[in-house]
């Protein structure tokens, strides 16, 4: 764990950072904001504390101009709750009042290292995967996690680098879905100032950040072929050049990559390297998809129960017998995710002893067990409606609208609305990027037309 503190050292955060050494955290200090950034762009870190007393708002506008994604706790004297409100609006994920609580430290240092992700499991399916990827743990070989959406393809590859001789090393991720084609390139290998418009200072990217650890590169098969001929030379090279720069760097860092496409057809489809695929299906772990590991359903059920139980401040609940039965039975197409949303929502609705069938609902509150009453006829009814839609209109129109409500119910993830499209996020960023020009409204992540779907 890397902790950076901004802020002129006083006593109460001298206190505060000596508590996080304790705790195993390797602290660096900035006296101000720019100071900070020019940390985080040269080394890294894994949170960030910084005083109410300076700009959190700038540090966080900055932060998210140039990409860096490293969250941001503030801390104050704990008599000033209009500082701590204004640094929550202003971006920060947390406040901590001074003088400092050990207690509380710890909590924030052990929740920015866990980041949320335990790793349960109890089918027979998932104990063959759990020990393969322990036997291979301490090994440097690359390794290839395979498997549907939401199976947990990110939380295997922690658990991997947790059972590593790189464990108390950085582990960085990267989502190449998620980050547009021309920026993926600095965000992988950094630049240097001037490399390109916006570039105001040397940056070093995730592989540089991830030395001595591990990255993982989270959804591999959405990165450029282009793109993957320079990253097989950093893998086989063990150097990296800066966008920009003109000198190699050398990196010492072990790749881990997911996806949950068959790459071997990508490779035959020719949108993927063979010799890249090679390089890093040196071992590959195959996550089954939740309906193939039963035994998991009801652990995962109690353990997210008693997560969003205690993070909601609500009574730890159990899952009634009526719910679990509900719960096992359920396909759960989405995986551990939609599980976990599921559990989420439950612990939220639940009202008596215990979490009874009345609170498994959809997101649109529906009970996940209710059949129609006449599958037939709605599916009649529904195909009729919707081809006197579309009646008249061209299939670009269609297909817009298509793009767009998908998009809007994704709450503006274009990841998650490319998988349901089945389409690569690169053809839905060409075609939102046409809507755009022609001056359609494209929703945002996290925006209020995004969360209007929703209601």
């Known amino acids: 764990m890397r902790l950076l503190m901004i802020g002129r050292l006083n006593g109460e955060l001298v206190t505060a950072s000596k508590i996080a050494m304790s705790r195993g955290a390797a602290v660096t200090q900035a006296d101000g904001v720019d100071q900070g950034l020019a940390t985080l762009r040269a080394k890294g870190a894994d949170l960030v504390m910084i005083d109410v007393g300076l700009s959190v708002r700038d540090l966080v506008s900055a932060l998210n101009d140039e990409r860096i994604r490293t969250p941001v706790v503030a801390c104050g004297v704990a008599a000033d709750a209009r500082a701590a409100v204004a640094a929550i609006q202003a971006g920060a994920k947390e406040y901590i009042p001074l003088p400092p609580d050990p207690e509380l430290i710890a909590a924030v240092l052990e929740a920015v290292a866990a980041d949320g992700r335990a790793f349960v499991w109890r089918d027979a399916s998932m104990e063959r995967v759990v020990k393969l990827a322990e036997q291979i743990a301490r090994s440097e070989a690359s390794v290839l996690i395979t498997g549907e959406s939401g199976t947990g393809k990110e939380v295997l590859a922690r658990h991997v680098h947790a059972r590593s001789n790189r464990a108390a090393k950085p582990f960085v991720s990267v989502n190449c879905a998620a980050i547009p084609e021309a920026l993926l390139e600095s965000e992988l290998f950094g630049h240097e100032k001037g490399a390109f418009t916006g ?219 490319a998988k349901i499209l089945g389409i690569s996020i690169r053809t839905l960023r060409n075609k939102l990027n046409e809507y755009v020009e022609s001056g359609l409204e494209v929703a945002e992540p996290g925006s209020v037309r995004a969360a209007a779907a929703y209601g």
């Open 199 to 417: 570039a105001v200072a040397r940056r070093i990217g995730r592989f540089e950040e991830a030395n001595g650890g591990t990255l993982l590169l989270d959804e591999i098969s959405e990165m450029d072929v282009r793109l993957q001929s320079k990253l097989l030379r950093a893998l086989q090279e063990r150097v990296i050049d800066r966008v920009g720069g003109s000198a190699p760097v050398k990196v010492d860092i072990r790749v881990l990559a997911t996806s949950n496409r068959n790459l071997a057809e990508e490779v035959r489809k020719g949108t993927f390297r063979e010799d890249l695929f090679y390089r890093l299906n040196v071992v590959h772990l195959r996550l089954p998809a939740l309906r193939e590991r039963p035994g998991d359903i009801l652990e995962l059920a109690a353990h997210f129960a008693k997560k969003y139980a205690a993070v909601n401040g609500l009574p730890d609940r159990a899952l009634s017998r009526a719910a679990q039965t509900l719960v096992r039975e359920n396909p759960w197409r989405g995986n551990v995710r939609e599980l976990e949303n599921t559990v989420h929502r439950a612990v939220l609705l639940a009202s008596g002893a215990e979490i009874g069938t009345e609170a498994i609902l959809t997101p649109e509150g529906e009970s996940i067990g209710a059949a129609p009453a006449d599958p037939a006829a709605r599916a009649a009814l529904t195909a009729e409606a919707a081809t006197r839609g579309l009646v008249g209109r061209t299939v670009a129109q269609v297909e817009c609208d298509l793009i767009l409500d998908t998009l809007d119910h994704c709450l503006g993830n274009r990841t998650h609305a």
